[in-house]
């Protein structure tokens, strides 16, 4: 896969500046991982990203280190941009994939973060509210249907998703199950127990205060 592809290059690739530049590190860069989702927004997108610390042997000053890592970067392939501001940088771009090298001027650290473009996996799917899980017919003897779903079991703001739609974050949790994805009042039952309902709740079935 394309995005697997990008990740695996990225994670070569700051494991390789790595070695060259603080080969002194204790810890390693991990693998590669799980992406993230990087856009909440359908399709959903994601990346790889990755941040590593290492340290400047004292013996090689920012400018130097900076200039072998662009000099790496570059005799790979890559697009090099350095810059000096309080740091030495140097960011290198291939295939979308970008690695940023921070070099500081006060400190021996040197700080690499990496990520790789978004990918969006899939085409989504147009979302089907689910079917009620208590109808009229289906009720368990002695029980009504809920008043607030009316049988439908999950929440009704965002019918079990757990989230709703938002327009400038892609994805917003929706606030009146908190997540639980069920009607807060039957707990997903779809119905409530006739006999043990509360005076407010009978107030919802006219038709039980004629018994
Ligand atoms: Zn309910
Ligand atoms: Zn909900």
Redesign the pocket.
Known sequence: MELERLGLLMHEWVRELVVRLTPEAMVWPEGLGEPAVSDWHEPLQFHHTMTFRGARPETVTPAEMGQRAGEALAAAGWAVEEEVTEAHLVTGRRDGVVIRIRISVISDVVLYQARTPSIAFYTPEVFVKPEPVRTLDTLSRGYVLCYECDGLGW?S??WGR?WVPDVERGRRR?R??HQD?VCPICRGAGEKHAATLQYYERGHYPELSEE
Request: charged share 25%; hydrophobic share 0%; proline share 0%.
């Open positions: 929440c703001s965002c757990g929706c009146e199950c994805r």
